[in-house]
């Protein structure tokens, strides 16, 4: 069976908000990319993410991105293949919130593509958690996390 997996979370804004706090380079590493972030999240666009705790900056291809409601995203896995990242952003409570999901799927069935996607998971699950903290606080919960 594919390791595949599904997290989310609701954010206090609607889904336009949402969908800048992740497409747009400067709001992403204020909360995310820890090493930064190059180049809006547009369809057909290549873009480079940097993390602290995995050093060196990487492509990210936007296979699709629709303002307020998807953006979907393919990267190399490190365990081999490519996997992709789909974000959804649904309105809730008449759009006074957003329920951000994000699944990845694609990684090799394999014990390396297993372990792979944990860590993703467990990476997504920060992500939309620091994206929550961004957004309704105005504060970065992973600096300093990995360094």
């Known amino acids: 069976m594919e390791p595949k997996f599904t997290v989310y979370a609701h954010v206090a804004?609607?889904?336009?908000?949402?969908?800048?706090?992740?497409a747009d380079p400067a709001s992403l590493s204020h909360y995310f990319t820890t090493?930064?972030?190059?180049?809006?999240?547009?369809?057909?666009a290549t873009v480079q993410?940097?993390?602290?705790?995995?050093?060196?900056?990487?492509?990210?291809?936007?296979?699709?991105a629709i303002e307020g409601e998807t953006i979907v995203l393919r990267w190399d896995s490190p365990a081999g293949g490519r996997t992709e990242v789909a974000f959804a952003f649904e309105p809730v409570d008449a759009g006074a919130r957003t329920k951000?999901?994000?699944?990845?799927?694609?990684?090799?069935?394999?014990?390396?593509?297993?372990?792979?996607?944990?860590?993703?998971?467990?990476?997504?699950?920060?992500?939309?958690?620091?994206?929550?903290?961004?957004?309704?606080?105005?504060?970065?919960?992973?600096?300093?996390?990995?360094?």
Do not use: H
């Not at 804004?13 to 992740?22: I, K, M, N, Q």
């Not at 090493?35 to 057909?44: H, Q, S």
């Not at 990487?58 to 296979?63: D, L, R």
């Open 13 to 22: 804004c609607g889904p336009r908000e949402a969908f800048e706090a992740v």
């Open 35 to 44: 090493g930064g972030a190059v180049g809006r999240l547009d369809t057909g």
């Open 100 to 147: 951000v999901s994000v699944t990845e799927s694609g990684w090799p069935e394999t014990e390396e593509g297993l372990a792979a996607s944990y860590g993703n998971c467990m990476g997504w699950s920060q992500m939309l958690c620091a994206m929550k903290c961004w957004i309704e606080r105005g504060f970065n919960l992973r600096e300093g996390l990995y360094k």
């Open 49 to 64: 993410w940097d993390f602290a705790d995995f050093p060196g900056a990487f492509p990210v291809e936007v296979v699709e």
